[in-house]
């Protein structure tokens, strides 16, 4: 989503209101509801900046606080300096995001491995009950 953000700003140099009504009609994005609640917050006269904190906030993706905290960052990026600090802060954020993904994605995999070794032990553990 960053990264289509740093694209379009890019390419248009569009508004950040301009920017997010562009995101919430790619289907690509059709699933990240912060994006429209963003856009009805803009449209009702609010600060970019705030109406994208307010729509991270209530969005219902499975956002960790830290997650949220982290993307409430672009509203604090678009439209508040020049094209090339933008694009240049869009992309170390979206550097930041990625490593916060590879680290979840990290202790998922050992939480799925210590559910399986504990699903062998407890099946263990009841067949020497049973015996």
């Given at each position: 989503?960053?990264?289509?953000?740093?694209?379009?700003?890019?390419?248009?140099?569009?508004?950040?209101?301009?920017?997010?009504?562009?995101a919430?009609?790619?289907?690509?994005f059709?699933?990240?509801d912060?994006?429209m609640?963003?856009?009805?917050?803009?449209?009702?006269?609010?600060?970019?900046?705030?109406?994208?904190?307010?729509?991270?906030?209530?969005?219902a993706?499975?956002?960790?606080?830290?997650?949220?905290r982290?993307?409430?960052?672009?509203?604090?990026?678009?439209?508040?300096?020049?094209?090339?600090?933008?694009?240049t802060q869009?992309?170390?954020?979206?550097?930041?995001?990625?490593?916060?993904?590879?680290?979840?994605?990290?202790?998922?995999?050992?939480?799925?491995?210590?559910?399986?070794?504990?699903?062998?032990?407890?099946?263990?553990?009841a067949?020497?009950?049973?015996?």
């Amino acid at each position: 989503m960053i990264l289509s953000l740093h694209g379009q700003l890019s390419f248009t140099l569009s508004p950040p209101g301009e920017l997010l009504r562009g995101a919430t009609g790619d289907p690509a994005f059709a699933r990240c509801d912060y994006l429209m609640f963003s856009l009805e917050e803009i449209e009702k006269g609010l600060d970019a900046e705030s109406a994208w904190k307010q729509g991270i906030w209530k969005s219902a993706e499975p956002f960790t606080t830290d997650d949220r905290r982290l993307i409430a960052r672009t509203g604090e990026i678009l439209g508040k300096s020049d094209l090339e600090t933008q694009l240049t802060q869009l992309h170390h954020l979206a550097e930041r995001i990625e490593q916060q993904a590879q680290q979840a994605r990290e202790q998922a995999q050992t939480q799925a491995k210590l559910s399986v070794t504990l699903g062998a032990l407890a099946g263990l553990a009841a067949v020497v009950a049973l015996i």
